[in-house]
């Protein structure tokens, strides 16, 4: 009866290790989750320890791989420990031929993963395959739990409030307007002295100019990144309507009897477009042409605001007027068509498809929300009217100080005989609606006509420079609409946009304008979009000294920064699964412990041992002999028997399978081969 040698040190080294990487493991989870949700360290956070530098990410990184490190380390020793105690139950009681190739596969498959390629050798030893694989796999483990801590950039809550100065409008302020001037100087001085309004400034001029060609509000620079605030002011607004139908008649009447006074019958002239503002409050102030009193009419150029004038803007937009009709030696447009030798124009075809709108200058009140987040503008406006008496009235002029004493921008206040300072605000309020009303209406005021010979449209306004060409009213300006013909046009696209050939109509682009955009709506819009943009100047902003100037703002700051997040359940998942198999490998090598009747080691002392009493089946030679590689094919394919000398039951087994094989040879008597 054979006596047991079982070594318990084996078997608590394996259950110490199993432990010891198990509570790694706990202890890896525990450091994650005391990090999650925590601010990451910024980078020159750091620890200094005789004068090294280590960032207190990198200590946490480092902290997290080790603790990974330790649990991939001490569970494969016990799944080392596990195998080895296997492969010796596998070699030594074993029943099957083993070759020495065999022997080598499955001896350093713990510690060689390439030799889990051969295949044909491992369908022998199935549960050593799956002992190799699980100690092959254990690894990644270690390389998927460090990634289970990361860094994202959440937003910090509460978001923090200040109260800052923030770009705003004054219109309490001199800043819309051009240099106010006085009148030339008289033999006696003015009292008090009068400043004249000379337009808008250029800064003014040129945002409205900018804003009419873009349609959208301009980039206003926040006072910090990520931050929202909200404005309230006063400012001007336009309110559009269709004419009435007395007006447009009468404006329709205008520009016929303008073509019949003003042209032969081979001298047509066809308005499509002609944008005015109102002279007036009486009917005939708002018509686009002016009789001479000769029996003429012009069209006059804009040239500034009436003053004490509502500031209403008119805009015609007809369409069918300017259809043109191909007759084949030459063209006409429909309006010049249908005049005849007694020059009898048909009103109602003039007005058909046509557009006739006013716009009117109101004070309103603005609420303007901005948010300036992921470097992206978004800035929401409301307004609601203020002033329901009409629309404002430019002014011409005002009061100011001299080199004589002082007379505010109103008649003076005296005391005791002494001029004292009075600022009219509603005055520079005026001025300034009226700087932007005075820009905006330059941009867009003017006509589009087409003569009787149809060559080129004659442009005298800027209105094709804006994004109001956009409006389905105005569509027909940039897309000329021919009736009918085939022989000679005004222009190439005219003549490709008549044309049957798809690929001549593909080379114009059919823009399609949203219906529900009108153009009194885009007006409105863009003009309000004008009013907001005047933030966009430095030059504009107010002077904070003045009293008039607004008050600092709630400014909301939304910060962010970088936080950990810990995934938990893939630490686990990683880790349950190399704990599972591990203990699984335990069991199997404890199980093999007992079968054995005691521990095997994988030092050179126990296989020295195990080898005394083993055979070969071939012949050792002087070439065999050396050790080093690679194995000599003969002794690759050579049958290994092993046996511990002192379990000769299990020699004699090992005898008897090979004693058909002459060549067998103690290899405890290599030694003695002659050289």
């Known amino acids: 009866m054979e006596r047991s040698s079982v070594s318990w040190l084996v078997i608590a080294t394996s259950l110490l290790a199993f432990v010891t990487g198990a509570l790694a493991a706990i202890g890896h989870h525990l450091f994650y989750r005391s990090l999650a949700g925590t601010p ?15 960032s207190k990410q990198e200590a946490n990184i480092i902290g997290g791989t080790a603790l990974a490190f330790m649990v991939k380390a001490a569970l494969g020793t016990a799944i080392s420990v596990a195998y080895v105690q296997l492969f010796w139950k596998t070699l030594l009681q074993s029943r099957k031929r083993s070759t020495l190739s065999m022997v080598d596969t499955i001896f350093s498959a713990s510690a060689n993963t390439l030799s889990l390629l051969r295949l044909w050798t491992w369908w022998r030893y199935p549960m050593l395959f799956g002992l190799a694989v699980i100690a092959a796999l254990l690894p990644l483990a270690s390389i998927i739990t460090p990634a289970t801590l990361t860094i994202v950039q959440r937003q910090i809550t509460p978001p923090r409030t200040s109260q800052l100065y923030v770009p705003n409008v004054d219109f309490s302020s001199l800043n819309y307007v051009q240099a106010m001037t006085p009148p030339p100087i008289a033999a006696s001085p003015i009292w008090p002295p009068e400043y004249y309004y000379n337009g808008p400034s250029s800064t003014v001029t040129e945002i409205v100019q900018a804003v009419a060609v873009q349609g959208s509000i301009a980039a206003i620079t926040p006072p910090a990144v990520n931050t929202t605030w909200s404005v309230e002011f006063a400012g001007p607004v336009l309110t559009c309507q ?43 102030s708002i018509l686009p042409f002016k009789s001479t009193g000769n029996g003429t009419y012009t069209l006059p150029s804009y040239n500034g605001l009436t003053y004490g004038t509502p500031a209403v803007l008119f805009m015609a937009a007809m369409p069918d007027v300017m259809t043109v009709v191909d007759y084949g030696d030459h063209s006409l447009t429909l309006f010049c068509e249908d005049q005849d030798t007694v020059r009898q124009i048909d009103l109602a075809k003039l007005a058909e498809n046509s557009t ?4 009117e200058m ?31 009235l430019p002014v011409s002029s005002v009061f100011g100080p001299s080199n004589l004493g002082w007379s505010g921008l109103a008649p003076a ?65 940039t897309q000329p609409n021919v009736k009918s013909g085939d022989s000679a046009y005004s222009s190439l696209q005219n003549a490709v946009t ?43 902003q107010p002077n904070y000294t003045s009293p008039f100037a607004p008050p600092k703002a709630v400014v909301t700051t939304y910060s962010e920064q970088n936080f950990y997040v810990y995934n938990a359940a893939r630490l686990w998942t990683a880790y349950g699964l190399a704990i599972a198999f591990t203990t699984y490998t335990i069991c199997i090598g404890l199980l093999a412990i007992f079968t054995n009747k005691g ?35 003969t002794l690759a394919n050579a049958t290994v028997c092993v046996a511990e000398s002192g379990r000769t039951a299990t020699r004699t087994t090992d005898a008897a399978r090979a004693k058909d094989d002459s060549s067998i040879m103690l290899l405890d008597q290599v030694h003695h081969v002659e050289t």
Request: aromatic share 8%; glycine share 6%; hydrophobic share 40%.
């Open 498 to 540: 008549v044309s049957n050939m798809t690929t001549l109509n593909s080379l114009l682009n059919n823009l399609t304008i949203p219906q529900n955009s009108s153009l009194g709506t885009m007006m409105e819009e863009l003009f309000r979009n004008i009013v907001v943009s005047m933030m966009s100047a430095p030059q504009l």
């Open 242 to 284: 269709n004419v009435s139908a007395p007006q447009s008649y009468a404006i329709i009447s205008n520009i016929a009897d303008a073509n019949l006074n003003n042209t032969l019958p081979n001298n047509c002239r066809a308005y499509g477009f002609i944008a005015w503002m109102a002279t007036g409050s009486n009917e005939s």
């Open 413 to 477: 206040d005296y005391s005791n005989g002494v001029p004292t300072p009075h600022i009219n605000t509603e005055l520079l309020q005026m001025l300034s609606y009226q700087a932007i009303m005075d820009a905006f209406v330059s941009s867009v005021t003017g006509s589009i006509s087409v003569g009787l010979n149809v060559v080129e449209p004659t442009i005298d306004t800027n209105i094709l420079l804006t994004s109001l060409v956009q409006a389905p009213d105005l569509v027909f300006l």
């Open 356 to 359: 006739f709108i006013e716009c």
């Open 40 to 54: 990451a360290p910024d980078p020159s956070d750091r620890y200094t320890l005789y004068n090294r530098h280590l």
């Open 599 to 633: 521990t095997y080691g994988s030092d050179f002392s126990t296989i020295f041992r195990i080898v005394h009493g083993g055979t070969l089946s071939v012949n050792m030679t002087n070439e065999n002999t050396e050790a080093r590689g690679p194995l000599p094919k």
């Open 362 to 392: 109101v004070n309103a009140s603005y609420a303007v929300s901005f948010d300036y987040r992921n470097a992206s503008q978004a800035i929401e406006v409301n307004t609601s009217i203020i002033d329901i008496g009409g629309p404002l």
